[in-house]
T-cell receptor
């Protein structure tokens, strides 16, 4: 299984600002995903990060609000732009290779004031 | 969109007891997985059962799958306080580009 790290682990931000979250994997992986999990809720997929091309966004999520980069097979970033208190959540990256099993990073806990 | 539903939403048991959680889904699947999440941290994969399998074991975990009823159950035997966590089921559908459809989760509390 892959080892995934995320930075930062938590942050408190002011509304209107942006935060970039990094996801680093210790080996090359095929698929990388970004999720949002609001307090006490299940996971909601934001997008699939595609290496070398634009991310594939799920319904309700747009590139202007959540720009994603994936410059190579081990690294991706998610930016939460123009934040509001409703963006307060845990943001999780996960990876998958040749099977459907996903391996998760420890998450980034974001609070927007 | 979420298609999985777990029940119960919350479960509280004593150490040593068994815990059973159920998951239902709506469409045909390739496989169903169970994950554990401790205190809002990253999820940990527990077990995967394929659509042509009916039961699978891993240590103290037993998973069943009934595709005719579109449901699965996760049994944790001889529970420990360290099993306290949220448990999620997730299904993979054919042609879904590895995306998982997540259930709402069951919050399990194991009291010492």
């Amino acid at each position: 299984s892959a080892v995934i790290s995320q930075k930062p682990s938590r942050d408190i931000c002011q509304r209107g600002t942006s935060l970039t979250i990094q996801c680093q994997v210790d080996s090359q992986v095929t698929m990388m995903f970004w999720y949002r999990q609001q307090p006490g809720q299940s996971l909601t997929l934001i997008a699939t990060a595609n290496q070398g091309s634009e991310a594939t966004y799920e319904s309700g999520f747009v590139i202007d609000k959540f720009p994603i980069s994936r410059p190579n097979l081990t690294f991706s970033t998610l930016t939460v732009s123009n934040m509001s208190p409703e963006d307060s959540s845990i943001y999780l990256c996960s990876v998958a290779n040749l099977t459907d099993t996903q391996y998760f990073g420890p998450g980034t806990r974001l609070t927007v004031l | 969109s979420q298609q999985g539903e777990e029940d119960p939403q919350a479960l509280s048991i004593q150490e040593g007891e068994n815990a059973t959680m159920n998951c239902s889904y709506k469409t045909s699947i390739n496989n169903l997985q169970w994950y554990r999440q401790n205190s809002g941290r990253g999820l940990v994969h527990l077990i995967l059962i394929r659509s042509n399998e009916r039961e699978k074991h891993s240590g103290r975990l037993r998973v069943t799958l009934d595709t005719s009823k579109k449901s699965s159950s996760l049994l944790i035997t001889a529970s420990r306080a360290a099993d306290t966590a949220s448990y999620f089921c997730a299904t993979s559908n054919a042609g879904n580009n590895r995306k998982l459809i997540w259930g709402l989760g069951t919050s399990l509390a194991v009291n010492p």
